[in-house]
């Protein structure tokens, strides 16, 4: 292990944050984790990563802090609640969000957490699912001073194929909000093709295959119709909640810009009701359910 590796700590041990703290230990890095429920951390142990008790000892000899956490509320917590980020951050030392947060609330963390600590604050949400944080080539988009993003550049190059800097702190967390846009809303109609594809008496198992390459092609179509016309929903790859929240999160963001937003304002009442009859916890695949429904 070469001694000019940085010391890097990680919170939040899911979906997409065990894959990502397994790429960073693979790589070399030592590693300390942490996650509210600490038996999760137990494969990264395993692997040689170092679990402790308190987000707050994090920190604690660590050059870099990475937090890959379910909303706003939750990274608040870890960063400035009872235990938190905050009691031994300090100056020199950089905490990198993977989350998906609102801008605004991400301007202000970062603002709060420098003046209180001198640890400055780079968001790089990503996009690309656990396949992507497995394979290491996650679409990572950064907010922050350039210098911070050039930092941690060589450690995120482990997690991704590519690192873009769109500007200051909470520039990250905006282009997110597109790209949840975009993939909401794709999965949406993904849903009504594949169940009028069914209706119409089309094999929609043969969607992806037969659209590939054209200009309705994308990754949510090759992944999600094949699941959807096999009505193949396990294992959980993403979750409907958090569609749900990126979606509610751009309906913030677009009456704070003034900015319309009609589409993605569907697409998050048609994601509410889907959640609503308890498919929260779901794969998007399950969307189709919702059409298929209508139809019968």
């Not at 960073?24 to 038996?39: D, H």
């Not at 917590?77 to 605004?104: K, M, N, R, T, Y």
């Not at 950064?142 to 520039?171: N, Y």
């Not at 309705?216 to 090759?222: E, H």
């Amino acid at each position: 292990m070469s001694a000019n590796l940085p010391t890097l700590a990680f919170a939040g041990i899911g979906l997409m944050g065990l894959p990502m703290a397994r790429r960073l230990l693979q790589a070399g890095y030592p590693l300390r984790v942490w996650n509210r429920s600490a038996n999760k951390c137990q494969p990264l142990v395993q692997a040689g990563a170092h679990c402790v008790e308190r987000a707050a000892q994090l920190c604690e000899g660590a050059d870099i802090v990475m937090l890959c956490l379910a909303d706003t509320a939750a990274v608040r917590d870890v960063v400035f609640g009872h235990g938190g980020i905050i009691e031994s951050a300090q100056a020199g030392q950089l905490l990198v969000d993977f989350s998906s947060l609102e801008p605004a609330a991400t301007r202000e963390m970062a603002a709060e957490l420098e003046a209180r600590s001198g640890m400055r604050w780079v968001d790089a949400p990503v996009s690309g699912g656990t396949p992507g944080a497995e394979a290491g080539t996650l679409a990572i988009m950064a907010g922050g001073a350039e210098a911070d993003v050039e930092r941690v550049r060589p450690v995120l190059a482990h997690l991704g194929q590519r690192l873009t800097r769109m500007g200051a702190v909470g520039a990250g967390q905006v282009t997110k909000v597109c790209n949840q846009m975009i993939v909401a809303c794709n999965a949406l109609v993904i849903a009504e093709v594949v169940a009028l594809a069914e209706r119409a008496g089309v094999d929609a198992g043969l969607l992806a295959q037969a659209l590939a390459g054209g200009f309705a092609d994308s990754k949510p179509l090759q992944i999600l119709a094949p699941q959807m016309a096999e009505s193949r929903f396990e294992p959980v790859k993403w979750h409907v909640r958090t569609l749900l929240k990126d979606l509610d999160t751009a309906a913030k963001l677009s009456r704070e810009q003034g900015s319309a937003t009609p589409m993605s304002g569907l697409a998050a009442q048609l994601m509410r009701l889907h959640g609503a009859q308890g498919h929260l916890e779901h794969d998007p695949a399950t969307l189709v359910q919702q059409y298929r429904e209508l139809q019968s």
